[in-house]
């Protein structure tokens, strides 16, 4: 394993197109957390899997975001109609399930034009 | 709900010299974690040291280490003996042990390295 890997690593969209990001997690984790980082602040919590089951989103994840993670492997984030405001690097993390450590991945830096 | 505030925006020290950079959290919980990260230019997050509350021993990892006040909820990071590679920006986080364990950032606190 090389740790957790996200693609694309960058991605410009025009307003109103759909997009989706993936992740694939270190294989023996079966959390897998999504976050949103906008410039110059912390990431932010979107949402969080246990193997393939979707356990907590944010409030911030509006309709427009749907998160998927199927036989508990890799996972999509796609944002339908995108907007200027969703221009922010999205990281993916994973961790096991006993004890608390956690590997992020590169990110996604998602601009919207 | 948790908080993590970061009342250092940025920070900057001399090349071989210490600097301290300063995190407060707010929780109603008893068990928790709380993490120092660093994240280089475009490059990916990277732990630098983790605190369990329960332990009173504050963490050291090599050339950092933590001053963590429970009652005071205060968990400061000091850089020792800083060097150039050590430029970046440093989160401050917390999680709680139960539930999601998901991680709760404060906004960060960009240190440059002065050579």
């Known amino acids: 394993d090389t740790g957790v890997s996200q693609d694309p690593r960058h991605k410009i969209t025009k307003r109103g197109q759909n997009v989706t990001f993936r992740c694939d997690p270190i294989s023996e984790h079966n959390r897998l957390y999504w976050y949103r980082q906008t410039l110059g602040q912390g990431p932010e919590f979107l949402t969080y899997f246990q193997n393939e089951a979707q356990l907590e989103k944010s409030r911030l994840l509006s309709d427009r975001f749907s998160a998927e993670r199927p036989k508990g492997s890799f996972s999509t984030l796609e944002i339908q109609r995108t907007e200027q405001g969703d221009s922010a690097m999205y990281l993916c993390?994973?961790?096991?399930?006993?004890?608390?450590?956690?590997?992020f991945g590169s990110g996604t830096r998602l601009t919207v034009v | 709900a948790q908080t993590v505030t970061q009342s250092q925006p940025e920070m900057s020290v001399q090349e071989a010299e210490t600097v301290t950079l300063s995190c407060t959290y707010d929780t109603s919980e008893s068990d928790y974690y709380l993490f120092w990260y660093k994240q280089p230019p475009s490059r990916q997050m990277i732990l630098v040291i983790r605190q369990e509350a329960y332990k009173q021993q504050n963490a050291t990892e090599n050339r950092f280490s933590v001053n963590f006040q429970k009652a005071a909820k205060s968990f400061s990071l000091k850089i020792s003996d800083s060097q150039l590679g050590d430029a970046a920006m440093y989160f401050c986080?917390?999680?709680?042990?139960?539930?999601?364990?998901?991680?709760?950032f404060g906004q960060g606190t960009r240190l440059t390295i002065n050579p």
């Open positions: 986080a917390l999680t709680l042990i139960q539930g999601a364990q998901k991680l709760v």
């Open positions: 993390a994973s961790s096991a399930q006993t004890g608390i450590g956690y590997t």
